[in-house]
Nanobody, 127 residues
Framework: VQLVESGGGLVQAGGSLRLSCAVS????????IGWFRQAPGKEREGISC????????YYADSVKGRFSISSDNAENMVYLQMSNLKPEDTAVYFC?????????????????????WGQGIQVTVSS
């Protein structure tokens, strides 16, 4: 099981980036995939998730309306389209896989819910 992020980099405030998460070792539709980020000195923050069975998407308030998560099951890829980026979006971004998503409201902001993690990729937004 491996997750590899790509697409990070440096962008000016107001710009856009698309992060990719390449998933290998299992079919993508077996797992829910989340995106997290961690800024220096801060806790890891869950920002978005797409569930495995029904493709329901979740967003943290901090990114709602600016970020969009999607998946391509045939390619085993998950994407995070980030628009109208702000300096406070600067962080290392991680994708993660959840093997046993619980019923009900999905705890997408809880990193302990996720079992496998990518290595992370830096996103820097300049003002």
């Amino acid at each position: 099981v491996q997750l590899v992020e790509s697409g990070g980099g440096l962008v000016q405030a107001g710009g856009s980036l698309r992060l990719s998460c390449a998933v290998s070792g299992f079919p993508l539709n077996y797992y829910s995939i989340g995106w997290f980020r961690q800024a220096p000195g801060k806790e890891r923050e869950g920002i978005s998730c797409i569930t495995r069975n029904d493709g329901i998407t979740y967003y943290a308030d901090s990114v709602k309306g600016r970020f969009s998560i999607s998946s391509d099951n045939a390619e085993n890829m998950v994407y995070l389209q980030m628009s109208n980026l702000k300096p406070e979006d600067t962080a290392v971004y991680f994708c993660a896989a959840d093997t046993l998503p619980p019923p009900g409201v999905y705890p997408f902001t809880d990193p302990n819910q996720f079992d496998y993690w990518g290595q992370g990729i830096q996103v820097t937004v300049s003002s």
